[in-house]
């Protein structure tokens, strides 16, 4: 899988990781439909970091978590 192609496949798939990542109860935020491509590099970015650091203190998902909530769709 290239994570650097912009497809609905890959989308689905970085949020599917960030939110067993960050460990969420509600995943609404992490439903792929919530979600534009127009948005994937920045999304890319937010599941480079959480994958690359492993483990994150409540502050830093929380962050993590508010920033995918501004990258949605209304």
């Known amino acids: 899988m290239d994570l650097n192609e912009k497809s609905e496949d890959n989308l689905a798939y970085m949020l599917d990781k960030m939110s067993i990542q960050l460990d969420v109860a509600n995943q609404i935020v992490f439903d ?34 508010d920033e995918l909530r501004s990258v949605r769709i209304e």
Do not use: V
């Open 32 to 65: 792929p439909k919530g979600y534009d491509l127009s948005k994937y590099d920045e999304i890319k970015f937010m599941y480079d970091i959480i994958m690359k650091k492993g483990t994150l203190s409540a502050a830093e998902s929380s962050a993590f978590i």
